[in-house]
């Protein structure tokens, strides 16, 4: 616990050295700012490979020992079942709360800011066409393990641990020394995230320091509608969530959000999800959810629990509408909804994958995709947001989904 306090205080300190540094470059030094992000930034790349090197192995032996050890197949059905039935009423939710707030508080209307005026997006423009429904269905189910566990194909990993798992769990006593083996696999790979875990604070002092060196400060001004909207929005989604958690846990959530509080600065610091996958694992476990329901329900929910994500596509696609005078009357509005519940899974993990999920929604419908480049100067800050919120979700489902199965 002390351990983990220190982190805590560390990885504040350097998001608030990161902030100062990056300021006084942004403004003392901005000829060489690009360079210095560039450099500095590296830290944070070093933090998140370190993590990324291990979700793999974790994903797959916790996923695998989880459902094993749950013996009965219609417990892994009935858990599975209670897990998706929170991952998409709160998808819906956020989706339709995105959707509400644009509408309500119409951001991109009279806005000063011509699409002549910002960089184009050609790179994520470009990068559509990997979102099909075809494509969709091809990508959730690996042609080889191997590949999905090089590339951290995080719903193909999961995919395979269940089948995996079942198939374990079918073979009882033949069975159970590969099931020790990934379990003792699964406790060396979390021991391994108590010493990546110290390398957090340099990960976040390096991504901010390069954000803040880059945009500086005035860039909230040039946005002030577009993040005050957004904020907004992602605060009433943290209200809602939050109100849902104290309904289920009572008065154990403080206790959850005093557990998660590194992870989610860590999320909001690197706008990474992968970042904090293994020390979010260990978290929940020690706030005292079973080890088999945690290693169960998380995998999926980095698949198909994207709160903040799912809020921030409605949002944006129907901003970069309003920028263009398009008008999106709501059958349309809610088509694109139920579009974007289907392209959105599978992307947890990846730092601005949302965005290109939007370029390819707003293809769908007509609005130009080039208009991404509107809010590409200011998505890190956003991004930040999201993440956090993603994070905050799938504790929330995890610990919802234990809370309620512990009463069985």
Known sequence: MKSNNKIFIFIVAGLVLGVALGGLVHYQYSDSAAAFAKNIKLLGTLFIRLVQMIIAPLVFSTLVVGIAKMGDIKMVGRVGGKAMAWFLSASFMSLLLGMALVNWLKPGKNTSVTMESVAPATDLVSNTGSFSLENFVIHIVPKSLFEALATNEILQIVIFSIMFGIALSSLGEVAKPVIRTLDTIAHVVL?????????????????????????????????????????????SLWVVLLSVGYLILGKKLPALLKRIASPLLIAFSTTSSEAVFPKLTEELERFGCDPKIVSFTLPLGYSFNLDGSMMYMTFASLFIA????????????????????????????????????????????????????????????????????????????????DKWETKN
């Open 191 to 235: 021991k391994m995230v108590s010493y990546i875990m110290w390398v957090a604070p340099l990960g976040v002092f390096g991504a901010v320091a390069g954000a803040v060196a880059i945009y500086g400060f005035d860039i909230w001004k040039l946005y002030y509608n577009y993040l005050t909207a957004f904020a907004l929005g992602i605060l």
């Open 322 to 401: 309003q920028v263009y005078g398009i008008d999106m009357p709501i059958e349309k509005q809610l088509l694109m909804l139920l579009v974007l519940m289907l392209t959105s899974k599978g992307i947890a993990g990846v730092p601005r994958a949302s965005l290109i999920v939007v370029v390819a929604t707003c293809g769908m419908f007509d609005i130009p995709a080039e208009g991404i480049a509107l809010i590409l100067p200011i998505d890190h800050f956003c991004d930040m947001a999201r993440t956090a919120t993603n994070v905050l979700g799938n504790a929330l489902a995890t610990t919802a989904v």
